[in-house]
């Protein structure tokens, strides 16, 4: 049993197997990572390492964060970075409705490796925004559906890393991914935990390339793009269409709240 400190009104500090914090949001009843994966671990290969690696030979990126929550998916981009010695001009734009959290977060116990970007957390803690050289994060806060409908900025990288469909629906349904391919550039790659069908029968239904991201020390996860990709094993999304014809995506008219 994993033990819980209070951390906000909502949110409740946790420590995953990988011995990294994360954290639990009594609002939605679901871990901000997998406990079981770990959250730096989870952060690292199913999203940073693909990512970056997809982009290798660029020299400038937009990162698209969905959403920042505790902002590892941020914090773990520079450091790899930083420790591969990779540099690029790196925009990261992360939307996060809870202004709480991200107020409270040069509080929060973040893994020692870390350490070197508290500066950053800090500056996003006091005004949500860190511009330093070439590395430039701003965190919306609002709702990460507003901003999408709203900006006209591309997109290299797009981390879709919501709380999962069945307590966070808003941010998986085939208006929303509709809106995010939008923004996505043609070469542009998106990385996700979930390996749910009807999560991938919507990014495949967007013209998207659904692979697996798999891995011997995390479970099983997904990257997408509008361009064939070679690192990884293709899902045949119409064999498993045929296989099960009556799942249907999640739509906007499914949910009750939109938020
Ligand atoms: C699974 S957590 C994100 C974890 C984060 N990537 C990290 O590495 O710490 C999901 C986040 O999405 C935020 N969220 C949920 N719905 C949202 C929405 N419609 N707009 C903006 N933020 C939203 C939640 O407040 C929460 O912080």
């Known amino acids: 049993m994993h033990q819980k400190r209070q951390h906000t009104e909502n949110v409740q500090v946790v420590r995953s197997n990988d011995g990294s914090c994360t954290a639990y949001s009594q609002e939605y009843e679901e871990h901000y990572h997998s406990t079981k994966d770990g959250a730096l671990n989870e952060s690292l290969n199913k ?39 990779i540099k690029k001009a790196v925009t990261i734009i992360s939307p996060e409705r809870d202004a709480e959290l991200v107020t409270s977060l040069h509080n929060f116990d973040y893994p020692d490796i870390f350490k070197p970007f508290l500066p950053v957390i800090a500056a996003i ?38 709380f999962s469909p069945a307590v966070n629906p808003a941010l998986w349904t085939r208006e929303y991914f509709s809106d995010l391919t939008r923004l996505m550039k043609d ?43 070679h690192k990884y094993e293709r899902v045949d999304m119409h064999h498993k269409i045929s296989c ?16």
Request: with cysteine; glycine share 2%; aromatic share 8%.
């Open 47 to 85: 999203h940073v390492i693909p990512a970056l690696l997809h982009v290798k030979e660029k020299t400038e990126i937009t990162i698209l964060d969905i959403c920042f929550g505790l902002g590892f998916n941020t914090l773990a981009t520079l450091y790899y970075l930083q420790i591969n010695k």
């Open 125 to 162: 803690s006091s005004k949500q925004e860190y511009h330093e050289d070439n590395i430039h994060v701003n965190v919306i806060i609002g709702d990460a559906r507003t901003y999408l409908k709203t900006t006209t900025t591309m997109f290299d990288i797009v981390y879709q890393d919501a």
């Open 187 to 229: 070469d542009a790659i998106l990385t996700t935990y979930s390996t749910a069908f009807k999560t991938r029968l919507a990014l495949h239904e967007q013209q998207l390339l659904v692979y697996l991201n798999r891995g011997k020390c995390f479970r099983n996860a997904t990257v997408a793009s509008k361009q064939e990709l």
């Open 244 to 259: 099960n014809p009556n799942i249907e995506v999640l739509r906007d008219i499914h949910i009750k709240n939109l938020l």
